[in-house]
């Protein structure tokens, strides 16, 4: 019992550097809003970053440098890679390459889509065969008891397939300035919202701290 607690119990370094466990999934989103935006003074500022395409390919190509490094400041830092920024960015490296090389912007516009429904299917998958994943990738924020944990995962799984169907539905019927601000200042409000949402939920299901194993 106390193997499986350990497992979720959030490391030192996650509790020391909260703001900075944040600005590693939060950064590359806000250089990939500015490749796009500022794409063609980039291109001229930084030749080599015309060879890449337009200012779509140069956000992908930055989002993917910047993707990387968020993983390796998050191994040395907080000494071990998270598992959902870990998963994307491996999604990241595969479809943001496909995208450049091909000139395609379908594949990087359909990152999200795989993304959110590979966590969804995940969340729910373990669910059905009695396993609480959830408690996993929120284990520095939040300490639960295991009807908590199911519930909280359950509904992630659920958003999380929600949000693959909006991306769908974004990227396919608007343009790619839509997207862009979607993906970037949409998906975090949304996700924002949907996380205090379950607030009532956590505070009713919060262990109490075990004080006495820090002493």
Do not use: C
Not at 11 to 26: F, G, Q
Not at 131 to 140: E, M, P, R, T
Not at 156 to 172: D, K, Q, T
């Amino acid at each position: 019992m106390t193997s499986s607690h350990s497992d979720t119990e959030p490391t030192a370094a996650e509790k020391h550097h909260p703001l900075l466990k944040l600005a590693l999934e939060l950064g590359p989103l806000i250089i990939f809003f500015f490749g796009n935006l500022r794409g063609e003074w980039l291109a001229k500022a930084f030749p080599v970053l015309s060879t890449v395409g337009g200012p779509l390919f140069i956000a992908t190509a930055l989002f993917m440098a910047a993707t990387v490094a968020s993983l390796v400041v998050s191994k040395i830092v907080l000494r071990h890679l998270p598992i959902m920024p870990f998963v994307s960015g491996i999604v990241v490296l595969v479809f943001g390459s496909l995208s450049i090389w091909l000139q395609d912007e379908t594949f990087i516009k359909m990152k999200p889509t795989i993304v959110n429904t590979l966590f969804g299917a995940v969340l729910l998958g373990g669910l059905f065969f009695g396993k609480s994943l959830l408690g996993y990738v929120f284990n520095a924020a939040f300490q639960l008891d295991d009807i908590g944990w199911r519930k909280l995962t359950l509904r992630w799984g659920v958003f999380f397939l929600f949000l693959a169907v909006l991306n769908e539905a974004v990227w396919r019927n608007f343009s790619d300035e839509v997207w862009v601000n979607f993906k970037v200042w949409g998906t975090m409000p949304i996700t924002i919202l949907f996380t205090l949402a379950q607030m009532p939920l956590i505070m009713r299901h919060t262990l109490e701290e075990r004080t006495e194993e820090t002493k």
